[in-house]
């Protein structure tokens, strides 16, 4: 298991776990393959739509890139007051090190106010390296 972070913004709740794969991923090709889990929780009293992602990716030789994009998986979901929608992504590295943060766009469906949600910043790490 790796590495686990949660947010709370404006009432909207993220929670990510994290896990390195080792059977996908290729010391020799620089190519290092991480899941995260992402938990989106409704602790507000009105019905949410998540319109956008806004994601930061950093490798350990300092590596920066963006990923912007509609929705999360292809979805962009209306998640009620108290329920959670849940996803799984993954992301390839160069290194075996690294950390994920961002934002979601989100809309609040009574009134159509669009607010961004933090999505807590995260490691990215191989097990051996935590040794």
Not at 30 to 58: D, G, P
Request: some cysteine; overall charge negative; charged content about 20%.
């Amino acid at each position: 298991m790796g590495s686990q972070a949660t947010q709370l913004t404006h009432g909207i709740k993220v929670s990510v776990q994290t896990s390195f794969h080792n059977e996908h991923s290729v010391a020799e090709n620089n190519h290092f393959l991480f899941s995260y889990h992402i938990s989106i929780e409704n602790k507000s009293s009105a019905a949410v739509q998540l319109i956008s992602r806004h994601w930061y990716i950093f490798d350990s030789i300092n590596e920066r890139r963006e990923v912007e994009g509609d929705g999360v998986v292809g979805e962009q979901p209306v998640i009620m007051p108290g329920e959670v929608f849940e996803y799984e992504s993954t992301c390839s590295l160069t290194t075996d090190m690294g950390k994920m943060s961002g934002t979601y766009l989100i809309e609040r469906k009574l009134d159509s106010t669009r607010f961004e949600v933090a999505i807590p910043k995260f490691e990215l790490v191989a097990p051996y390296r935590l040794n």
